[in-house]
């Protein structure tokens, strides 16, 4: 038994009624939607800039850019940039993923301007001071060295290499500590020059603020901005499916705790799969305590404490993961039984319970995932990003509604093939 | 911030705190029980935590499975975590659907079942669970730093439990445990969102009011003395990077001095946010300790904070070394920062400063309904609600005499603990 769930008329899901949203000349989008129940602003976007341009020689180039982006621009040094954002409360951080450099920050409303006006000049005036320069290079070489020990990062890095082969998904966007010792200043300069644009940006502001405000706030910084001198982006290799099973150890002494990470390629986030999938994922290991992998390890074999699957889709492809940490000695007693759940999952249809139960699951949890202002800018950027449509939480729930237990089967084995899994341990061998 | 809630106490015992929200069609609901690791005695350290797990696995009426079945598919979410003071319950559920959670919390302070087979394969759960702490470097140190802080009160304790316990206790101690603890009298409820008062009052009685005031049997702790040295604690381990962390004992949180910490806080390491969710942080780039370790090439970070609790606690800093620097001569220089504030007030405006990322902190906190119901009821654990309503007012009236004076009183080197984490090389 199915039913669609109605919301109160009075708190409608954000739609093109109440989303503005407007393109500036030079190639920037803006969203906005207002909130007066607080008094705060949040802003968040992107840049379309990455690590799919980092020289595999220099991999983390990106990433050092937008880490950089704030130790100094031409008219505002460290001091200055930190004492106008920590004096008011503010905050605002960039950080390269592989197709963007996104960015978000929050203030009171009545200081918005201070933290627009503090993005375009960080965006458009970064200087990269030498000496900041040494002392952040000695940050990302410690988190690098820290990284190292970390067992759930190690086998999430070795799964993304392993699964994605030569693609810049399988690059660690932080680099390596080989490839940061060989950054040098100067390359920082030169990346921001030749690839930092206004164009395909994206701005989404949320919070007490009218869009008629934040509109002329964000036109003001940033209205004017271009760069003539970009370069054009490189064509990315194609991204092909491993053809069986690839079984990785790392070994990181002294863990009591051994991660493991199995799983397989998924769908890119605009495929017609990629909502079919999810709402698989859902039942093999999201929902309630885990779905049936968290059943299976966690509540039945108590193997581990956390044991979940995700389902990551980004423009070029992505992965559909079953993670769990659990003690070295049940290391292949978690596998066997994750590989009999997956091939479970390939071979009968999820029973219509178990969709009703996540379809119920997805659509009952939508005003909770919109009920802070950052909530909302995610979701805006997200309807931005990959072309969803202002309407898209509106017709979500009839997307949601018409998805079947043999559509499951159909998209799961079209990426899931149990013979062909990537398995990746990190922790101590017994 | 306004009182704008409703307090009423049952006849049973349980308090209750309402607030309505009417932003989203939301409601938040949780139950708080006054018992943590503060109240554990030897031999049963991690009782506390390992109860609020078997608190998932079910009651004769919502058997294991069917209770986060009924939540999700509700579109609810749920979870538990257990402090030093206390453990905490909550759901947050669209607001058409909250008896779910009336009826399973009411349920479950009663009626859980504790089955010796549920308890068995939870018993490697919350060894997995402490296992995963483990694989962190600085859990070995933390446990260490705890232990020499605190000579006799259970805070000395890791929440999660000694391995040795976890594997000692039994299904009877739990169940006694939660029959001791998990009681209308020894809770409180909290309730945040789209509803109406009245309404959810008789709710509340119709659900609750039934359940018999219980016969509460605790350990209550006594306070430790002051620390009067200096001890220096070593941990070594793999990996290649240097820690140093000190531990000073601060008040307790109904104390005024509380209050001066959590300025001086703000001061040295950057402003720490009361939210549990949602909000984000605030940057510390211009606190005194970044600016003396980070910006002179000492550390490669620097953090610090406090706990609100019963009973007096910790002031920690946590500091991560570079890697050309030896953690004493850090030490050295975060003394001379520390002793620079023991001599010479601050100014004014760097309180001001401290207030207003406070008041900032708190609205972003408030756009979340969950956070907003977390915050009706958490205060309780500690003191009472006004504590946290008068909160940025008692920031407010610091002085800088005050905070040069609770500097002295309070951040003497003779009186603490100090950790180091010195990696090791790698056995060939």
């Known amino acids: 038994m199915t039913q669609a769930i109605k919301f109160p008329a009075s708190h409608s899901l954000p739609g093109p009624e109440d989303i503005a949203r407007k393109q500036l000349p030079n190639g920037i989008t803006v969203l906005h939607r207002s909130n007066f129940n607080s008094p ?128 810049p998904y399988g690059r660690p966007e932080d680099g390596h500590i080989e490839t940061i010792k060989r950054i040098t200043r100067k390359d920082l300069a030169k990346f921001h020059e030749q690839y930092y644009h206004p164009r395909n940006m994206v701005i989404v502001v949320v919070g007490a603020v009218d869009a008629q405000t934040a509109f002329s706030i964000i036109e003001n910084a940033l209205g004017d901005w271009e760069n003539p001198s970009i370069l054009p982006s490189p064509e990315l290799p194609l991204i092909l499916p491993v053809t069986q099973s690839v079984r990785r150890h790392i070994e990181i002494s002294g863990k009591s705790q051994t991660d493991l990470v199995v ?68 290391l292949q007693k978690a596998i066997d039984l994750i590989v009999q759940e997956l091939k479970i999952f390939v071979q009968e249809p999820v029973t219509s319970e178990e969709l009703a139960d996540s379809q119920a699951n997805y659509i009952g949890r939508l005003p909770l995932s919109l009920e802070s202002n950052a909530g909302v800018a995610n979701t805006l950027l997200n309807m931005e990003r990959f072309d969803l449509g202002l309407d898209y939480l509106q017709k979500y729930s009839d997307k949601i509604m018409a998805v079947t237990p043999e559509a499951i089967l159909e998209v799961s084995r079209k990426y899931i093939h149990p013979e062909a899994l990537v398995i990746v341990s990190a922790g101590s061998a017994k | 911030m306004p009182a704008d809630y409703i307090q009423e106490k049952l006849d049973n015992g349980l308090l209750v705190n309402l607030k309505e929200i009417h932003s989203a069609p939301i409601i938040s609901h949780w139950v ?174 119709q659900y609750y009011g039934g359940i018999h005031s219980g016969e509460i049997s605790t350990h209550t702790p006594t306070v430790d003395a002051p620390l009067q040295k200096e001890e220096q604690i070593v941990v070594k381990g793999p990996g290649d990077t240097t820690y140093l962390q000190l531990a000073y004992r601060a008040p307790q949180a109904s104390d005024d001095d509380f209050f001066t910490i959590t300025v001086i806080d703000s001061l040295l390491t950057g402003p720490s946010s009361l939210n549990m969710f949602g909000g984000g942080g605030i940057s510390n780039k211009t606190s005194r300790l970044y600016q003396a370790l980070v910006e002179k090439e000492m550390a490669i970070s620097v953090y610090g904070g406090l706990q609100a609790t019963i009973d007096p606690h910790l002031y920690n800093i946590s500091i991560t070394v570079r890697p050309d620097r030896k953690p004493e001569q850090v030490l050295k220089s975060m003394d001379r920062e520390i002793e620079k504030m023991m001599q010479k007030p601050v100014s004014q405006a760097d309180i001001d400063r401290a207030v207003k990322q406070a008041r900032a902190l708190f609205a972003y906190g408030s756009e979340n309904i969950t956070n907003q119901a977390f915050w009706l009821g958490y205060p309780e654990m500690f003191g009472r609600y006004e504590w946290f309503t008068n909160y940025v007012e008692k920031l407010n009236r610091v002085t800088p005499a005050m905070i040069q004076q609770k500097m002295q009183e309070y951040f003497n080197p003779a009186r603490r603990v100090v950790g180091i984490y010195i990696p090791e090389e790698e056995q060939a």
Not at chain 2, 170 to 175: H, P, V
């Open chain 1, 40 to 167: 705060s602003v949040v802003i968040s976007g992107y840049v379309a800039v990455g690590s799919y341009l980092d020289p595999l020689e220099k991999l983390g180039l990106a990433h050092f850019t937008a880490a950089a982006l704030m130790r100094g621009t031409k008219s505002q040094n460290f001091q200055a940039i930190f004492d106008k954002l920590e004096s008011a409360g503010a905050s605002l951080g960039f950080g390269a993923s592989v197709h963007n450099t996104s960015f978000s920050g929050r203030s009171l409303a009545e200081d918005l301007p201070i933290l627009v006006g503090m993005l375009a000049d960080c965006l458009r005036n970064p200087v990269f001071p030498d000496e900041y320069f040494k002392r952040q290079q000695a940050q990302l070489l410690t988190s690098l060295s820290i990284r190292a020990q970390d067992t759930s990062e190690m086998s999430a890095i070795t799964f993304d290499e392993l699964l994605f082969g030569n693609h």
């Open chain 1, 263 to 330: 799983g397989v390629l998924g769908p890119k986030r605009k495929s017609p799969d990629y909502l079919v999938a999810s709402l698989g994922n859902s039942v093999l290991g999201q929902f309630g305590m885990m779905g049936r992998i968290g059943e299976a390890v966690r509540e039945k074999a108590g193997l581990a404490y956390d044991a979940s699957t995700s389902l990551n889709a980004w423009i070029e492809g992505g992965s559909w993961e079953v993670s769990a940490g659990v003690n070295p000695a049940n």
């Open chain 2, 32 to 205: 708080w029980y006054r018992v943590g690791s503060r109240n554990e005695v030897a031999g049963k350290t991690g009782i506390s935590h390992w109860v609020e797990h078997m608190q998932f696995k079910g009651t004769p009426k919502f058997p294991q499975g069917v209770l986060d079945r009924a939540i999700s598919r509700d579109g609810g979410f749920w979870n538990a975590f257990t402090f030093l003071d206390w453990t905490t319950f909550f759901e947050t559920m669209p607001a058409d659907k909250i008896n779910l959670a009336l009826e399973l919390e009411s349920d479950r302070m009663v009626n859980s079942t504790y089955l010796p087979e549920e308890v068995a394969s939870e018993r490697t759960v919350v060894i997995s669970e402490r296992e995963g702490s483990e694989n962190e470097p600085l859990f070995k140190l933390d446990e260490a730093m705890q232990l020499a802080a605190f000579p006799g009160h259970p805070y000395r304790n890791e929440i999660i439990g000694s391995l040795n316990d976890l594997h000692a206790i039994q299904r009877d101690d739990l169940y006694a445990h939660y029959r001791s603890h998990y009681c209308p009298n020894n809770a409180v409820l909290a309730i945040a969102g789209d509803f109406d008062s009245d309404d959810m009052l008789k709710r509340i009685r």
